[in-house]
């Protein structure tokens, strides 16, 4: 029974291909932290790394009351590291001609603290950040949109980079093959909110408010969100367009354009896209069998009680995943757990799953 | 799924809403002055500060109008238009503060409504869930959810 269990483990006799189980890595996994009590309780329920941002427009969460300041972070650094878990610094965000030295600044800030590595997006940051940081780590940001291995390689000979975070675009077969070939480690989304924008790019919220997801760091700044009892329901605004109207029992979402119900063609409906996060729990094993080298979640702008239900789903999922991946499939309260905390009633693949294609 | 929620029947919020909100407004100020002000980042929160706002307790039919200034919390009378408005049920306040609940989920479900200025809310929302709130009493009330949780664990 046990040379069973043992030669299943190594997959002996299996009709899939082989694999040295030496080769296969556990993924790290990657947990959101807004503020000190999310990454204290992301740090306690057993994340491997935990990615964060300064109080300005230099990071993609750029929200009132969130985020780290110089004290903050050496606090946050010291707890982190002290239980073993390292400290990525999201600086994400493209500066303008007008804020390049705040971003420079930022960046030589992040280094003399110590994090473990920066995430970066701009040419000329990652360029800055190599000149006068060598031995700092460099991730590419999600933001850098890098899809094919061969602009990888580009980002890994030009600038160092160790690790690129692929964007929420590609199809399972696609992300293992960038794997594959890949001469960074490669880091996946694997649940939270999803971006259709080519992540960030938004040519919608920059319409509707005059700012760019990617240059101001966030995708409905609340300066411009107004929500609104009415008689027909809650509305939701941004900078004056309404972008949706909840009936008092329905779901409500994040107040941003892309999913938003619009009136199109006689039917209103989420034209763009359905309000649903990303979840992947069930591509566990197929994950780790491909040789991502992390796994991120999503929603630094949340709370302390999301990280720690989220972290602590997943930190049980990819440890059960690794030591029995054929055995293994989602806990129902995993899902449950996880939906509870979703934007939308469902949760989706995401563009993992093309079985159209 | 729809999980069964405890709430104060009715009648107590149709009773309530007719009793005079200024002593129970006065109660909070002085609670928050106590517990919560010495904690908050004041130079965070200037945006805040001399805002009048507006806490409904819905299944209490509390309607609490209070401001904070730079030495503390002050209860305003009800005509005074609030800039923000928080409501929920006392059982969704106390997760949020116990930090059982994320404020967004609660937001998802309909469970906590903001109105009036979104900035400010955001302000008081990624604030309060920064600030370390060890709250004495808090800790043994002992809410419907953590016990749902706990049978669901494995």
């Given at each position: 029974m046990r040379l069973r269990a043992i030669l299943r483990a190594f997959r002996v006799g299996s009709s899939r291909p082989m694999m040295n189980p030496s080769c296969m890595r556990r993924p790290e996994l990657v947990c959101p932290a807004g503020n000190p009590a999310m990454l204290k309780a992301a740090v306690e329920q057993g994340a491997d790394a935990v990615y964060l941002g300064f109080k300005d427009a230099t990071n993609a969460r750029n929200f009132n009351g969130l985020n780290f300041d110089e004290r903050s972070l050496a606090q946050a650094i010291e707890l982190a590291h002290a239980h073993g878990c390292r400290v990525f610094l999201a600086l994400n965000t493209y500066p303008q001609a007008e804020g390049w030295t705040h971003w420079t600044a930022a960046v030589d800030r992040a280094a003399s603290l110590g994090v473990d590595a920066l995430i970066l997006a701009d040419l000329g940051l990652l360029a800055h950040a190599r000149e006068r940081h060598p031995e700092l780590r460099l991730h590419l940001s999600v933001q850098g949109s890098a899809t094919n291995y061969e602009a990888l390689a580009f980002y890994h000979e030009r600038y160092g980079i160790e690790r690129a975070v692929l964007p929420r675009v590609l199809s399972l077969e696609q992300v293992a093959q960038v794997v594959r070939h890949s001469p960074v480690a490669v880091e996946v989304f694997g649940f939270?909110?999803?971006?259709?924008?080519?992540e960030g790019r938004c040519a919608l919220s920059a319409y509707a408010t005059g700012q760019s997801p990617n240059c101001h760091g966030a995708c409905s700044p609340a300066k411009f969100v107004r929500w609104d009892e009415t008689p027909q329901g809650l509305e939701a605004r941004l900078n004056g367009f309404l972008i949706d109207r909840y009936a008092p029992d329905e779901p409500a979402g994040y107040p941003t354009l892309c999913k938003g119900r619009f009136a199109v063609g006689g039917h209103t409906y989420y034209a763009i896209e359905e309000p649903t996060s990303l979840n992947t729990l069930e591509l566990l094993p197929?994950?780790?069998?491909?040789g991502v080298a992390a796994i991120k979640i999503e929603g630094r702008q949340r709370s302390a009680a999301y990280v720690a239900q989220v972290t602590r789903v997943w930190r049980e999922a990819i440890d059960a995943a690794f030591a029995?991946?054929?055995?293994f499939s989602p806990r129902p309260q995993w899902l449950t757990a996880l939906d509870r905390v979703s934007e939308g009633a469902s949760h989706t693949l995401g563009a993992y799953s093309r079985p159209w294609k | 799924m729809k999980e069964s929620r405890f709430a104060f029947p009715p009648v107590l919020s149709r009773i309530v809403s007719r009793l005079p909100q200024?002593?129970?407004?006065?109660?909070?100020?002085f609670a928050l002055d106590r517990l919560l002000f010495p904690r908050l980042p004041l130079a965070d929160l200037e945006a805040l500060l001399e805002q009048p706002l507006r806490i409904e307790v819905s299944d209490l039919g509390l309607r609490l109008a209070l401001t904070l200034t730079r030495q503390g919390f002050r209860p305003l009378p009800l005509h005074v238009a609030p800039r923000l408005t928080l409501r929920a049920a006392a059982r969704d306040f106390l997760a949020l503060l116990r930090r059982e609940e994320d404020a967004d989920t609660l937001f998802f479900q309909r469970r906590l409504v903001l109105s009036g200025d979104t900035e400010l809310g955001l302000l008081v929302k990624n604030t309060l869930d920064a600030i370390e709130l060890e709250i004495p009493l808090l800790s043994h009330l002992h809410s419907r959810s953590v016990s749902v949780a706990n049978r669901q664990r494995p």
């Open positions: 939270g909110g999803l971006c259709v924008m080519v197929r994950l780790i069998e491909i029995a991946p054929r055995d | 200024t002593p129970p407004a006065a109660v909070l100020a």
